[in-house]
């Protein structure tokens, strides 16, 4: 058995105020748990994005995310719960102007080909993208895989703005 204080697991660099990885805290070894804490333009993940193995449920304890998908947005409010399948592409967002509190479970423990579109404007269309963090270890940086032109630049904790 394993119990975890959500509060005490460390921060991790995201375009979000929180996200707290839970897998290994828990000794998980077949699902992937993290938890978020959004603020208002905050997102979940660093690109519209799929994975190949596995599949993806998004609860919302607080507030209303908004998931960009092939169909067009989806709001999921405080309640509800969504599924994403393999292979479907999505980003997750707060657009609303109330903190979201969530959590975002997937298995298998394995992901596989991970495309990760980002608009670049160099090219001036979604491309694939490349995350690295820098060396001082304070930031992640998006690249361009086609142009190698940066995209996108995160830091732990809250953002001012709208984080793209
Ligand atoms: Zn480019």
Redesign the pocket.
């Known amino acids: 058995m394993e119990k975890v204080r959500i509060d005490e697991v460390e921060n991790s660099i995201q375009p979000a105020a929180v996200m707290r990885h839970l897998t290994e805290p828990l000794g998980l070894t077949d699902l992937a748990i993290n938890y978020y804490e959004l603020e208002p333009g905050d997102s979940y993940a660093f690109a519209y994005h799929s994975h190949e193995v596995q599949e993806e449920v998004f609860y919302v304890q607080e507030g209303t995310a908004t998931f960009e998908t092939a169909d067009g947005p989806v709001a999921v409010e405080a309640g509800e719960i969504l599924r994403f399948d393999r292979e479907e592409f999505q980003r997750g967002w707060n657009r609303g102007d109330e903190r979201v509190r969530a959590l975002a479970l997937g298995a298998p423990l394995e992901y596989g080909d991970q495309p990760k579109l980002r608009h ?4 001036d269309e979604q ?1 694939d993208t490349r995350l690295e963090r820098t060396e001082d270890g304070t930031a992640v940086v998006a690249h ?1 895989r ?4 940066e ?1 996108g630049q995160w830091y732990e904790g809250s953002m001012d703005g709208d984080v793209l």
């Open positions: 670049c404007p160099d090219c491309t361009c086609a142009c190698g032109a995209t």
